[in-house]
C-alpha cells in the first residue's frame, strides 16, 4: 500500500510537471508566433520596397538608353527596340505610349492608353507606379511603371514597364509557421488586395477576406483599427477556429499594406505535433518508473518469502529436537496444521478448524 501511494504522488507530480511545461510552451509558441509574423511582414514589405526600387531604376535606365537611340519624337521600331532591353530589367514586359496616348506593347499591339494614369502622369514628367485593376490583356492585376520618355528634352512619349501582381508580386508574400500555413496578403492604402496568398476573387477588399475566413464584427474591427497605423502592428484576434496572431507592416515606397497572418488551425497543428512528442516521453518515463517500482516491490517479496522460509526452517529444527510436533494456527481462518516429526522426517496432516478439535480433545 505505501509503495502505490509513493507511485501514486510520482505519478501525478509527473502530470503536473507535464501540464505546466505545456502551458509554458504555448505561451512561448504565441510569443514566437507574434515575434514571426512581424519579422516576415516587415521583411517582405523591405523586399518588396526594393523591388519596387529596381523596377523604378530599370525603367528609368531603360527610357535614357531609349532616348539616346532616338533620331524622331516618335519611337519607331518600338516593339524590337524595347524586347531588347526588357531582359536588364525585372519586368515581365515593357511598353510604349507616344504622345497621342497610342500604346504599343511588346508584341506590336496597339490600344489607346490616353485615359491610364501611367499615361497622363507620365507626360507630366512624373515617375512612378500604378496598379492596373483592368487590364486589358492580362488575367492577372498588373503594376504598371512609368516615366517619361524625352526627346530634345521635351516629353514626347511614357514608357511603362509591368510587373504581374500574382507572378512577381505573390511569391513574396508566401511564407510558413513551422512548415504550417501563414496566410501572405498585400492591400492598397484603400484595403483593395492586390495579391494574396489566400484564393480570392477579383476586385476583392480586405474586408472580403476577412469575411471569408468568418471574423465577427467586433474582430474586424481590430483589423480596420491596426489598419490605420504606420508602424507595423502585431495584434491577435479570433478567426473561424480560435486565437490568431496577425501584423500589419506598411510598405514605405507606396503606402501599401503587407499583412502576415497565422491562422488558428496552424497554431493547434504546431502545438499538436509538439505535446505529442511531450506525452510519448512522458509516458516512456512513467513506463519505466512502473517496471522500476515492480521490479523493487518483487525483490522486496522475494526477501520476505527468504525470510519466512528461513525462519520456518528454524523454527522446525528446533522443534524437532524439542517436541513430537508443532500445531500452525491461522490466525485468521482458524484453520490448523499439525507438523509431527518421524524418522527425521517432516509430515504434515491439516486438522481443520482449531476450535472444534479442541472441543474434540
Given at each position: 500500500?505505501?509503495n502505490?501511494?509513493i ?14 511545461y ?41 527610357s535614357?538608353?531609349v ?20 531582359t536588364?530589367?525585372?519586368?515581365e514586359?515593357?511598353e510604349?505610349v ?8 511588346e ?5 489607346d ?11 507630366k514628367?512624373n515617375?512612378g ?5 483592368a487590364?486589358k ?15 530634345r ?11 504581374g501582381?500574382?507572378?512577381n508580386?505573390?511569391?513574396?508574400l ?11 496578403i ?10 494574396s ?6 476586385d ?7 469575411s471569408k475566413?468568418r471574423?465577427?464584427e467586433?474582430n474586424?474591427?481590430?483589423?480596420h ?26 510598405n ?28 510519448a ?23 520476505k518469502d527468504r ?14 529436537e524439542?517436541?513430537k ?5 491461522d ?5 490448523s ?14 486438522i ?10
Open positions: 500500500k505505501t502505490n501511494g507511485l501514486l504522488i510520482l505519478v501525478v507530480i509527473i502530470i503536473s510537471i507535464l501540464a505546466g505545456n502551458y509554458y510552451m504555448q505561451k512561448r509558441l504565441e510569443n514566437y508566433a507574434r515575434d514571426s509574423v512581424k519579422d516576415t511582414a516587415e521583411d517582405i514589405s523591405e523586399e518588396i520596397d526594393k523591388y519596387m526600387d529596381s523596377a523604378v531604376s530599370g525603367i528609368q535606365a531603360t535614357y538608353n532616348t539616346q537611340t532616338m533620331s524622331d519624337n516618335i519611337l519607331a521600331d518600338s516593339a524590337k527596340v524595347l524586347h531588347k532591353l526588357v536588364q530589367t525585372p519586368f514586359f515593357i510604349y507616344d504622345s497621342s496616348g497610342m500604346n504599343t506593347i508584341k506590336g499591339e496597339k490600344f492608353a490616353s485615359d491610364r494614369v501611367y499615361f497622363q502622369e507620365g507626360m514628367g515617375t507606379i500604378w496598379i492596373n485593376y487590364p490583356y492580362s488575367n492577372e492585376y498588373l503594376l504598371n511603371f512609368y516615366t517619361p520618355l524625352y526627346y528634352e521635351k516629353v514626347t512619349g511614357v514608357l511603362t514597364g509591368v510587373l501582381a500574382d507572378t508580386i505573390l511569391p513574396m508566401k511564407s510558413d509557421f513551422f512548415d504550417e500555413e501563414m496566410i501572405g498585400m492591400c492598397d492604402e484603400n484595403g483593395k488586395i492586390i495579391a496568398t489566400l484564393e480570392m476573387e477579383k476583392t477588399y480586405l474586408d472580403d477576406a476577412l475566413i471574423i465577427d467586433e474586424c474591427q481590430l483589423w483599427d491596426n489598419m490605420n497605423y504606420k508602424e507595423s502592428r502585431v495584434f491577435e484576434f479570433k478567426d473561424r477556429w480560435g486565437k490568431a496572431i496577425a501584423c500589419i507592416s506598411t514605405k515606397r507606396t503606402g501599401w499594406k503587407i499583412i502576415q497572418y497565422v491562422p488558428n488551425l496552424s497554431f493547434k497543428a504546431v502545438r499538436r505535433e509538439n505535446t505529442s512528442a511531450e506525452y516521453v512522458t509516458a516512456i518515463i512513467i513506463g519505466l518508473l512502473l517496471a522500476f517500482v515492480y521490479y523493487q516491490v518483487k525483490e522486496l517479496r522475494k526477501e525470510a519466512v522460509q528461513s525462519y520456518e526452517n528454524i523454527l522446525v529444527a528446533t522443534a524437532s524439542t517436541y510436533g508443532i500445531r500452525l494456527l490466525l485468521e481462518t482458524a484453520d496444521d499439525y507438523i509431527y516429526f518421524e524418522n527425521d522426517g517432516i509430515n504434515r496432516t491439516k481443520g478448524d482449531w476450535m472444534d478439535w479442541l472441543h474434540s480433545q
